[in-house]
């Protein structure tokens, strides 16, 4: 692979004119409607059509990609808002109706019939007919309506901030202070990020009881009894069923469970606490200052391109074309959504990296795991078409939570002490376990939510409690804190924003301990197996992209109670 940090020169454009921007829908139907309208005769027509359909999807995605980057960075400035409201508002519902007419104009034709069996096409094919099955004219206004409701989520998010001492703090930048060393501040600082988001709770509350009606009622228009089931399908879940999601939670809380008990325990001695509190579990347990991996943003990002680099030359190219590009926002400020994603832009084809940075270790591995999303996006950047571009979430989250992994051995970037280094890397293998359980706790109250769409506040209320409990460790004492613990579930935005898409990070995070196993064994064909499977972007399923890593897509108890034993040994290591 070539190892250069040029800036990338956006595709020619075959079907839109070179000098189009979407402005309005006026402007965009006229693509819709000749693509609708145009005859298909031969396979060489088809494919050009498909071509022609993927470059205009891209042009429409990569416009509202922006909005959306625009808004998240700045909440406080209504003019970004608007623009992405204006999208949601008055074009994504018209295109919707156009996409169902090049869907069935696809399945119809009987030229299909010659791609529908080779790589990648077939894989869009069966997505096309899903989509076909789940489209209903009457959904739209309420997709509309949800996207317009999950931008609340963000901007009430986004306002939140606490004073601490003479300083207004971003509630990131406040969750610093939960790793200092006094113990009577970190209560203070966790009190505080408490009572401001349970400010919002009535809010919150109101707003997601409103987001599953409308929810339910996308389920229902489409002929499914809830919206769990729907979603499955929506999100192309050909690979596994509800019933895994339920074998892996029972997993997660048979042989990892245990595990974070002894994590907690052990954090508890070390602390020569009573009562091991909340606000005890991000400080070192030995008293140590905080580390701190990097300065400031430049400083962030600098260290990373290195130990990129230094894994891998090309990796290291693509986050130093997004730094000359301008794709990178990475620290908490004021006005900011919360948390961090990786946006593909579908025609110029390198992403955008946002995230709420502050100074902290956590900070640093989320730069390694969008920056492992963003890789995945130059590896299949010259694909045919735009479905073959858009891999499965749960290949998606592989190679981001794999890249935290990977990238431990260059750690001495950020960490030239090798003590700092090896409490580093101890932190994040165990919050590679941690995040285990928390996920189920994610996954499973999401599936009783929308089994139980009917249910009141309080049972809500009591269901969260119950499953929380299942999965976090016993030693935690939450007394006095009660109503704290009742809104736990309204910090993770995925429930507003992105439903049922969390399951992914448990499969994920299982693959990336494999794929690192693998890795430690053979650095160079570890690193080869990852880059490789990276690169079938949506072309396989997901066993397979997972067998081209060469690990497993596997959620049994014996397979987790096998990579527990892995990480633990690792751990006893360091």
């Known amino acids: 692979m070539k190892h250069s940090t040029e800036i990338p020169v956006r595709p020619k454009r075959n079907f839109i004119p070179e000098d189009f921007k979407v402005t309005t829908w006026e402007t965009l139907k006229p693509f819709f409607e000749k693509l609708v309208n145009r005859a298909i005769n031969s396979e060489q027509e088809l494919r050009q059509w498909l071509r022609d359909r993927s470059e205009l ?46 869907n069935k104009k696809i399945l119809d034709s009987t030229l299909s019939k010659a791609l529908e069996h080779q790589p990648g096409f077939n894989l869009m094919f069966r997505n096309i007919k899903k989509e076909v099955e789940l489209f209903r004219e009457e959904n739209i206004p309420l997709f509309t309506e949800i996207t317009t409701e999950t931008q609340k989520y963000a901007e009430i998010s986004g306002a939140m901030t606490v004073h601490i001492g003479d300083r207004e703090l971003t509630l990131p930048q406040a969750g610093v202070l939960l790793q200092s060393t006094d113990r009577a501040k970190r209560e203070e600082v966790f009190k505080k990020i408490s009572e401001r988001r349970l400010k919002d709770k009535d809010v919150l509350d109101e707003l997601f009881s409103k987001l599953i009606s409308l929810r339910h009622n996308v389920a229902i228009n489409a002929g499914f009894k809830n919206f769990r089931d729907y979603q499955f399908k929506a999100y192309g879940r050909f690979d596994y069923t509800p019933k895994d999601c339920f074998d892996f939670h029972e997993s997660i809380a048979n042989e990892v469970v245990p595990v974070l008990n002894e994590i907690a325990k052990e954090r508890k001695t070390e ?3 009573s009562e091991l509190r909340p606000w005890d579990k991000a400080v070192d347990p030995q008293g140590r200052e905080p580390l701190k991996a990097f300065n400031d943003g430049k400083d962030l990002i600098d260290k990373s391109i290195s130990v990129f680099n230094r894994l891998d030359p090309y990796l290291g190219s693509c986050l130093e074309t997004m730094k000359k590009m301008g794709h990178l926002d990475l620290e908490s400020r004021k006005g900011k959504a919360p948390g961090g994603y990786n946006y593909p832009l579908a025609e110029i084809g390198v992403p955008f990296i946002f995230m709420n940075a502050t100074s902290t270790m956590r900070d640093m591995t989320t730069i390694m795991h969008e920056g492992g999303h963003a890789v995945h996006n130059f590896l299949t950047i010259d694909l045919e078409l735009g479905d073959f571009k858009s891999p499965p979430m749960e290949v998606a989250e592989l190679a981001s939570m794999s890249m935290e992994l990977l990238s431990m051995d260059e750690w001495p970037i950020f960490f030239p002490d090798e003590k700092e280094l090896k409490r580093a890397k101890r932190d994040q293998l165990e919050d590679s376990i941690e995040t285990l359980p928390w996920v189920a706790t994610i996954d499973k109250f999401q599936h009783w939510i929308y089994e139980n769409q009917n249910h009141s506040l309080d049972e809500r209320k009591k269901a969260w409690n119950s499953i929380f409990d299942q999965f976090n460790d016993t030693l935690t004492d939450w007394s006095g804190l009660q109503t704290t613990k009742d809104y736990l579930w309204q910090k993770q935005l995925h429930l507003y924003e992105v439903p049922f898409y969390y399951i992914e990070y448990g499969m994920a995070q299982l693959g990336a301990i494999a794929v690192w196993r693998n890795f430690k064994k053979n650095k160079i064909k570890g690193l080869e197996f990852y880059q490789n499977a990276l690169r079938l972007g949506n072309t396989k399923t997901i066993p397979e992209i997972y067998k081209a890593a060469g690990i497993k897509f596997d959620f049994s108890r014996s397979y987790i109670s096998e990579l527990m034993g892995f990480v633990k040994e690792e751990l006893s290591k360091i």
């Open 271 to 273: 602390m020569k606490v």
């Open 57 to 102: 999807e891209s042009v429409v995605s990569e416009d509202m990609g922006w909005r959306y980057v625009r808004m998240t960075c700045y909440t406080d400035k209504e003019e970004y808002s608007k623009a992405y409201q204006d999208f949601v508002q008055n074009i994504q519902p018209n295109v919707a109706p156009y996409a169902d007419q090049m």
